[in-house]
């Protein structure tokens, strides 16, 4: 309990002194950026899952590769995925069974909870998306600093991503048989914030919606139900950065 | 909590190597964000902040709030809200499955926690600001930024649509028909949570944008719960969730 003590101590104490500052100043714009991307290539690895769907939840992973153009836009490809790509299980009638190939897909209480008031949602509503590939455009208009209690510096990109790609869906009827529901070209909007920890080492929060249109046949099998489904998704992943430069040192008090 | 000698040891050992390794790395290579341009400390803030509610199953929410805060230094202050929804009811999904459902039999089964819709609340809450900093736009301009936390309690009125069926030939609502009728919660204890960014563009005027969870303990309402001997009625405790994205402007002086 005395190191404890004595640990705090010293760390305030030197802390304190440590961070000792100057006057205020006027800000113009932000200067001294201390990490560039530019011309760099990213491979990012992410973990994530589906947050807003009432009936759908998914988990997935994913993995982009960006190659930023300058320090404002980048080309960014990627492949999201919820079940094992390629394999669908043993074939039963019209689907497959398999719930541990389709590994990050699942759905709500909110099913069960509308089934077991002999309700259910159309089947449009419960495809799910089992792998993505796609292509976007990455722009980073916004990098900023942020301190943490006036302790450490923070450097971060905010971006946006938009683009769009092939998705592969499936539905799984109240007998847990999988029906394929076919491949879809699928939207995709990001909101993303990067932290650099190192030049060559950054975390990525991402919040990413996807859109298609679901074109699924209906509960009583007498024709087919089209809806525009949306998914949004929230993703943490690290990011490991290659080439480029180091970013020019213009000194700065901000 | 016994944390022994040797995780004790391990701290100190920490705190001396990290703690001022870390601030003398900051001071030689590069400054701290130290010309503040925005304090919040002793000030006053007013806020307008239209809102509407994500992650609900079947209801929605459309309002607007207001509130009133006061900073007791740059990482804590206090405020009041108060909001109210013109908007507030059930999504459309819910009546879509109620419409295309082959039959309303168990309709009376579903969860009441999900139908829950708030019409106003009004809360005191303690915000926490532990995040400053700068963003850079396309390097034309800067705009300083507070990260905060919210948390707090209050109170909140609810409604909910209490499903019903008719039975066949029913003269009054038709064959088979599901019917809505809209029942007033008394005024609820609510606590609230939530975090958000607050963009300063100059001394005086901003923007906020928030999360904001706000929850209560429904307790003990009759449910009927479909169970393997059939349907059987019992209490339900559980929380109602509202979240909220906020985007507002405020003015602080």
Known sequence: MKNIIFGLVATLLMMGSAYAQSPNERVHVLQKRNYSVKNKTEVSFFGGLSV??????????????????????????????????????????????????????????????????????????????????????????????????????????????????????????????????????????????????????????????????????????????????????VMFGVSLLFGGEDPVQIWSPY | MRIGRFGSALFAVFCLLYGPANAGAAEADEPILMNKLHDLSGRFEISLTPSMSILDKYTRHVGTSLGLGYSINDYLGVELDVAYNFISGDRKLLDEILRTATTLDGVERLALTDLKHMTWSASLGVVFSPFYGKLNFSSEFAVTIHFYMVAGAGVAEYRYSELRHSPPFDPLFGDNQFHKQEVTYPVKPTGHIGGGLRFHFNENWGMKVEIRDILFYDQGYKGQINEGLGVQERNIDDFVHTVFLRLGAFYAF
């Open chain 1, 52 to 233: 807003d769907d009432t009936f759908t939840q998914h988990y997935a992973g994913t993995i982009t590769v960006d190659y930023h153009l300058d320090e404002a836009f980048a080309i960014e490809a990627m492949w999201m995925t919820s079940k094992i790509p390629f394999v669908n299980g043993d074939k039963q009638g019209d689907g497959y069974t398999g719930d541990g190939i389709r590994w990050g897909m699942g759905y709500t209480d909110a099913l069960e909870n509308l089934r077991s008031a002999q309700l259910s949602p159309s089947n449009a509503d419960l495809a799910m998306i089992g792998n993505f590939v796609g292509l976007n455009v990455q722009f980073s208009p916004i990098y900023g600093k942020f301190s943490f209690f006036n302790m450490g510096l923070i450097h971060t990109d905010f971006y946006v991503t938009a683009g769009g790609g092939l998705a592969s869906t499936e539905y799984q009827r109240p007998d847990d048989v999988w029906v394929d529901t076919g491949v879809y070209f699928m939207g995709d909007f990001c909101l993303g914030l990067r932290i650099f920890l190192e030049r060559w080492f950054a975390l990525r929060l991402d919040v990413r919606d996807f859109v298609f249109a679901a074109r699924v046949e209906n509960a009583t099998q007498t024709g087919f139900d089209t809806k525009i489904r949306s998914t949004l998704y």
